[in-house]
């Protein structure tokens, strides 16, 4: 147990013993594991299937410094997956949603967790399928494969924390990052233009309108608000 500083505990060290069964190789995990080989069979699988391959458009976003490919999906609405495998999407009408997984190689539940995801969101439920009518879905289930091959906790291949690299990822230190980082940024681009021409679209129709028209609508306005007082007053 470490100090902070009058009798003040800063860290806690946790130990326990385990008997095992039988001799052999045993292995101990803080989570149940779930492998980059296991990643990539789980995207095969879902390719495979041809209600799945309608909604989802899979395709490699980088390599790593490992040489791995790192795997982005984009699911949407059936007929919407033309084009560029994932850049197509920032030019829909469409909000985006991007979700990704595993910065961290030892949190191997959000993987778990990713597949129940990735099976709910390109499945045929009512609701999935509204999602997918809604929305664009940007989703990178390992965006750290070497960390988990290696069998890191928390590091890559360099031993870097890529979570701590998202407010200026490089791309020859840290590609992954980088790349997400970039969709990211086009897609809030994309979003501000998208909203800023409704904007324009709305002034432009609002100064094409009649003189009278306008004055029209305001008489109305007012004289529907006066009705109202009178109503209330009586």
């Not at 902070?4 to 149940?32: E, K, M, N, Q, W």
């Not at 976003?61 to 982005?72: A, E």
Request: some cysteine.
């Amino acid at each position: 147990v470490g100090s902070g500083g009058a009798g003040v505990r800063s860290s806690y060290t946790l130990g326990f013993d385990i008997t095992f069964p039988c001799g052999g190789l045993h292995y101990i995990t803080h989570c149940f594991p779930y492998t980059y080989s296991h990643c990539l069979r789980q995207l095969e699988r879902l390719e495979a299937q041809p209600t799945v391959a309608a909604v989802m458009r899979r395709a490699p976003l980088c390599r790593t410094l490992g040489g791995n490919v790192v795997d982005i999906l984009v699911v949407t609405s059936d007929g919407n997956l033309e084009g560029s495998p994932y850049r197509c999407t920032t030019l829909l009408p469409k909000q985006a949603i991007a979700v990704s997984a595993r910065v961290h190689p030892g949190e191997s539940c959000a993987s778990w967790i990713m597949d129940g995801c990735l099976d709910f969101i390109t499945g045929p439920s009512a609701e999935a399928v509204k999602l997918r009518q809604r929305f664009t879905f940007l989703i990178i289930p390992m965006l750290n494969p070497d960390g988990v091959a290696l069998g890191h906790t928390r590091n890559d291949t360099l031993g870097q924390n890529l979570n701590r690299c998202y407010d200026s990822p490089t791309l020859a230190l840290h590609p992954a990052v980088f790349a997400s980082h970039a969709i990211v940024k086009e897609l809030v681009v994309r979003h501000t233009e998208r909203r800023n021409a409704k904007k324009e679209k709305e002034k432009e129709k609002e100064k094409s309108q009649p003189n009278s028209a306008r004055r029209d609508t305001t008489t109305t306005s007012s004289s529907s608000s006066s009705s109202s007082s009178s109503s209330s007053g009586g």
